[in-house]
């Protein structure tokens, strides 16, 4: 299996740097490739702009996923980005380890997706979800919060995290195609002792040596809807 | 009164930036004060990290709120987080308006809000929602679309627009105590007639004319929760 892990945390001793490191020590012990994008280590840009592509297709008006597309073809889509799309095509799996910020990621790793994702070949006219450009793989969010587990689910203050989370797993990852596993979440992580956190960690390895029978997220059936996208009744 | 714009589209001829130059003249035929922050026109730097601080409060390990918390205090935070964190507290209506990308923000505004909102000023411990820092100011979103309405409604293959906005309207904007509208939606927008646009405009110019009547968006009642935030039951 080839693995890909993002991971968007700028402190290397925090719990969702340890996070990351289990995991890529998890699946090489087990004999898989890990490809890793560190994002904050490699100074990755996350700003999708102009300077992405070497050539313009239109100079004079930018529309970014029609740039994408035309460079994509044309072999003219910035080095860096080309470097990443390499990475996820050659993945089974993709790990999406970050903290979050604003109930949602770190804008280092929204800009990661901005930019990768690019249209033509990630998802492209009705190419969405089950007919997305990335079916086949999979993907894995862990991720650590402040809040506490309560404050998190339906009942608590803030509503369910999976709900809070639905622009990445449902509107990013399962979009283009991807089977979405039922994210990891490690909650209350800076307020908990080293004890509860080694107990965490314990729990990562585990889940993750049982991926094959984790539950899936549900995503928009394609069967009830024609190929406008309206509700077939 | 006294206006905030917050605009993130590279593109200065798109019809997000038709909403944006709008709403700047509307205000400021109306006597009011606007400010602006083109997040695109001022290479805004979106990434949090250590290099926002002048000094570290903790040079050993870096969290990121507690850099916020101590920085604001010591007067030690990065001059572009202090610029804009000046606009934010003399505004008493702030417009975010951006194109959606993967149904969020694009990155250089997600790490605006990132960098922006800081511990200690906009929220901070319990002090979040109606007890947030930023109380008394109101929010409005502006949001175009590739998708049509009644794909991202409730009903539609994507579900509603408002639920996918969530970690913006409650999340960001909500949390740290704004009264939040309900966002302008420009459903559609890269397959419309000049026509429909220009429809679209008048009627942004025309609900902009109308704020004091527009509904706000319901946010978490904290007399439900105890100061725990555990619910009361």
């Not at 693995?3 to 719990?15: C, D, K, M, T």
């Not at 930019?115 to 990630?122: L, W």
């Amino acid at each position: 299996m080839n693995v890909l892990i993002l991971h968007a945390h700028p402190e290397p001793q925090s719990f969702s740097s340890a996070l990351y490191l289990e995991a890529k020590k998890f699946f090489e012990q087990k004999g898989d490739t890990v490809q890793v994008s560190d994002l904050y280590a490699m100074n990755f840009n996350p700003v999708a702009s102009t300077s992405d592509f070497n050539e313009r297709a239109n100079p004079d008006y930018f529309n970014y996923a029609l740039e994408q597309r035309k460079s994509l073809k044309a072999d003219t889509i910035a080095d860096d980005i080309k470097d990443e799309i390499a990475k996820v095509e050659a993945a089974d799996l993709l790990i999406f380890n970050f903290p979050m910020y604003w109930f949602s990621m770190p804008a280092i790793l929204k800009g990661w997706i901005d930019r990768v994702f690019v249209s033509g070949k990630f998802y492209g006219g009705t190419r969405i979800y089950a007919k997305g450009g990335m079916t086949g793989k999979k993907a894995l969010v862990s991720i650590t919060t402040g809040g506490r587990k309560d404050m998190l689910s339906s009942s608590g203050i803030h509503g369910d995290i999976n709900d809070i989370l639905k622009p990445l797993l449902q509107g990013s990852l399962g979009y283009v195609g991807m089977e979405v596993f039922e994210p990891f979440h490690a909650f209350h992580v800076p307020y908990i002792s080293a004890e509860a956190r080694a107990e965490l960690l314990e729990k990562w390895r585990s889940e993750l040596a049982n991926l094959d029978e984790r539950k899936k997220m549900d995503m928009p059936d394609l069967s009830k809807f024609d190929e406008y996208f309206h509700p077939i009744t």
